[in-house]
């Protein structure tokens, strides 16, 4: 059944316009799964005809499956005077091989005539030659008009042209993009409105935060006749950003009470924002409306229980239902349910009664206190389960290590030197690497890979540090969030220390045993059953 409004994800895109957003190949795979598994209906990977990584994500995306999101190329219409079937660009959006292609042509004539120098009706045939090609490959085509409210506002009559264009050659969506961001919700609304009367495709809206309109423009247009939403996850994006999903999402669950994303999806969705944040390596905004951890903070009184009424009658909305926490009152129900969920995804049989339950959110909660943070850290949440699940020993242990670095003429060399014990056994290894943590991550393989042989399959892709703000008064402490794949699947690693190579230990040694057991836990699930 399709559904009434279709969420068009453009993190990987648009998003990374925005200042300070930048995802390495990896990290876009990883995202996109999760965008996936979220139940996000489009997922927009990136512009192959613009960088070479954004051609290497949709090669690598080929061999991936998505359940439920069907994956788009971006790119334009074909330049001017050059046959889309001899149009670079537009061939490498066919290689990237996507159910879905996004291209976007110019509505504004003020673009049309003094940006890419052409006449309005060479215009309309790019539009239409463009998407007349991608049909005749098959591809389901969304056409995103750019600066179609500024262009309309200019000209109506040359911007419905340029739509009719889109549609006579089969667009499936046309998308009103305001671009610049500028437009109010009553403009939005009268030019959706005449674009829904005189177009029988899906209609789209893709806005721009400029002046603080972005999510309210989009729900307008959806007032107006849209049904597919364009944005971005936080908001990321150009300038001030885009239209935030993160808001879009839940307002159109909850208060347009529209079929959109799975419902069951909306409790994730403060996780599925917090794994972006971290995977982008930037601090979540506490402020950001429905999951930031501001949206539900209470200046409340000391009788919690006795305010917790009135509290309630302060709220839009239970914070729970999108994974969020009331700040007064950390929702112990709703911390066990993830765990419940987590440890169930990793084949644990337990339900909110397992005693162990009880101890595992205490001791997240302890980590959390801590610094640690787990939402993209799922391979040491999965060894700290099954830690407190099975009293199974962990494959080795580092019973000590060194680390030196010497300046050796112009160049800085580290040496590294652990001691590792397996089972019975111990071993020894030096090795020399481009940094202590690479010098580390060298000699604790050296040392157990004539044991583990699958381990050489294993390698860190990712490896972030960030400098955790102190609020307790103690010294500044430093979180290592490493990721690693064995060309199967990626797992992320944890560790938080006053000193960024001990932190940075845990976090291998994490990705390590995870990489040995994570075979296991379903084992391990088993035989905790039958106990
Ligand atoms: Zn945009």
């Given amino acids: 059944m399709s559904p009434e409004i279709e969420i068009y994800d453009t993190t990987l ?20 799964e999760r965008l996936d598994a979220f139940g996000m209906h489009y997922i927009e990977g990136g512009w192959p005809g613009s960088n070479p990584k954004d051609i290497e994500f949709f090669a690598q995306a080929k061999h991936r499956t998505f359940k439920r999101a069907r994956l788009a190329a971006f790119g334009s219409t074909r330049r001017k005077d050059v046959p889309a079937s001899r149009d670079e660009q537009v061939r490498l959006l066919l290689d990237a091989e996507t159910p879905v292609v996004t291209i976007y042509g110019k509505t504004w004539l003020l673009h049309v005539l003094e940006v890419l120098q052409t006449t309005p009706d060479e215009n309309l045939a790019m539009i239409g030659d463009t998407v007349r090609f991608l049909k005749e490959h098959g591809k389901v085509v969304v056409y995103d008009a750019e600066h179609a409210f500024d262009g309309y506002k200019d000209d109506p009559e040359y911007a419905r042209a340029t739509w009719l264009a889109a549609q006579a050659a089969g667009a499936d969506t046309i998308t009103l993009c305001d671009t610049n961001g500028g437009s109010l919700p009553g403009e939005i609304v009268a030019i959706t409105r005449d674009a829904r009367s005189m177009l029988t495709a899906r209609l789209g809206i893709h806005t721009h935060d400029d002046i603080g309109l972005g999510v309210a423009n989009a729900i307008a247009a959806v007032d107006a006749g849209a049904s597919h939403i364009q944005g971005t996850l936080n908001g990321y994006g150009e300038r001030t950003g885009n239209c935030s999903l993160t808001s879009v999402v839940p307002i159109v669950h909850f208060k347009l ?36 951890a501001a949206a539900f903070s209470h200046k ?3 009788h919690v229980n006795a305010v917790q009424k009135v ?19 950390i929702s112990d129900l709703a911390g066990r349910s993830n765990i419940v969920m987590k440890a169930r995804e990793l084949g644990f049989d337990i339900n909110n009664a397992t005693p162990q339950v009880r101890e595992m959110l205490a001791r997240i909660k302890e980590l959390e206190h801590q610094g640690y943070e787990f939402e ?3 391979g040491s949440l999965a060894l700290l389960i099954r830690r407190a699940l099975t009293a199974a020993p962990p494959p080795f242990t580092v019973d000590a290590y060194h680390i030196s670095v010497r300046r050796d003429g112009a160049t800085s060399v580290c040496e590294a030197v652990v001691k590792v014990r397996i089972g019975e056994e111990s071993e020894h290894r030096v090795a020399e690497g481009d940094g202590p943590v690479n010098a580390l991550d060298t000699a604790l393989r050296a040392a157990l890979i004539r044991y583990y042989r699958q381990l050489s ?33 990626e797992w992320g690693t944890v560790g938080v220390n006053d000193n960024i190579v001990e932190a940075s230990l845990q976090a291998l040694v994490d990705s390590l045993e995870y990489a040995l057991v994570k075979d296991q836990v379903k084992d391990t699930a088993a035989a905790v059953q039958a106990v």
């Fill in 257 to 292: 009470k529209k079929s959109s994303v799975p419902p069951d999806s909306l409790v994730q969705l403060k996780e599925l924002s917090q794994f972006v944040d971290e995977t982008a390596n930037i601090r979540p905004n506490a402020r950001l409306p429905w999951i930031g």
């Fill in 311 to 329: 509290i309630r009658s302060y709220e839009h909305i239970d914070p729970a239902l999108v994974g969020n926490t009331r700040h007064v009152l």
């Fill in 457 to 489: 399959e294993v390698h860190l892709t990712d490896y972030k540090v960030r400098i955790i703000d102190s609020t307790t008064g103690t010294a500044a402490r430093t979180r290592v969030l490493i990721s690693s794949s064995d060309g199967e699947s």
């Fill in 13 to 32: 895109r648009d998003g990374t316009q925005g200042e300070g957003v930048a995802f390495s190949v990896a990290d876009k795979l990883r995202i996109a």
């Fill in 376 to 378: 993209s850290a799922d």
């Fill in 300 to 302: 409340g009184g000391t």
